[in-house]
């Protein structure tokens, strides 16, 4: 089994909103991620937890939060936003963050609109 | 510095035929190589990889080459079908932690 949830599957927010994502993943991997992923463009990285600890922000605002509350489970709060964060959201896991097991597993996403 | 480049934005494949996307990469410590492929609307899925101790790893339809000293990897697709319509990411990992670089993505038509 090489699924990885996510919720809401579309959000549409505004710019006052706070509202969370969630990511869980059941293989037993120790790394998770958070992608931001334009139209068209690859996937862009914003964070990274390796066993349950934020190893990776790739500079991002602070308006985005992230939080892993165990192994399984990955959120990114929401706060403030603004209409250019509109894009999908992706979640992704791996075996682990450093070493082997380099094969990143992501979720179908979440499509978040700022209004 | 874009360290792994797809130079095709698209590629159109009649069905059937093979489907060949390249992907080039400048740092020489890349020593894993994946391919995505990205329906819309959906997250990339994990196709294959290959490690850079070999230069071909197949997985039924699909074989991916790598030639370490043009650093150059193809992903074949053979036969293509009208399912395999999609953007096709390549990547390296990065030495730091996990961190994926990707290619900006080719997207193949299959036409029936």
């Known amino acids: 089994d090489t699924e990885v949830t996510q919720t809401p599957k579309h959000l549409v927010m505004g710019m006052t909103n706070k509202k969370s994502l969630k990511c869980e993943q059941h293989?037993?991997?120790?790394?998770m991620y958070w992608y931001k992923q334009k139209a068209k463009k690859p996937p862009e990285l914003m964070f990274v937890?390796?066993?349950?600890?934020?190893?990776i922000n790739e500079s991002v605002p602070s308006r985005f939060s992230p939080e892993c509350p165990n192994s399984s489970l990955l959120n990114l709060h929401l706060h403030a936003l603004q209409p250019e964060d509109s894009a999908l959201y992706l979640c992704?896991?791996?075996?682990?963050?450093?070493?082997?097991?380099?094969?990143?597993?992501f979720g179908p996403g979440t499509r978040l609109t700022v209004t | 510095d874009q360290q792994v480049k797809q130079n095709s934005p698209s590629l159109s494949v009649q069905e059937g035929r093979i489907s060949i996307l390249n992907c080039d990469y400048t740092n020489s410590m890349f020593d894993y190589f994946l391919w995505y492929k990205k329906y819309p609307a959906e997250g990339p899925t994990f196709l294959i990889s290959i490690s850079s101790i070999k230069d071909k790893n197949e997985d039924g339809r699909f074989t991916v080459f790598l030639n370490k000293s043009a650093k150059h990897l193809s992903l074949h697709i053979v036969p293509s079908q009208p399912g395999d319509s999609a953007v096709y990411f390549c990547a390296a990992p990065h030495n730091q932690g996990g961190k994926l670089i990707f290619g900006q993505g080719t997207e193949l038509s299959v036409k029936p």
């Open positions: 992704a896991s791996s075996q682990e963050g450093t070493g082997g097991g380099y094969e990143q597993y």
């Open positions: 937890y390796s066993y349950e600890k934020l190893s």
């Open positions: 293989m037993g991997h120790r790394a």
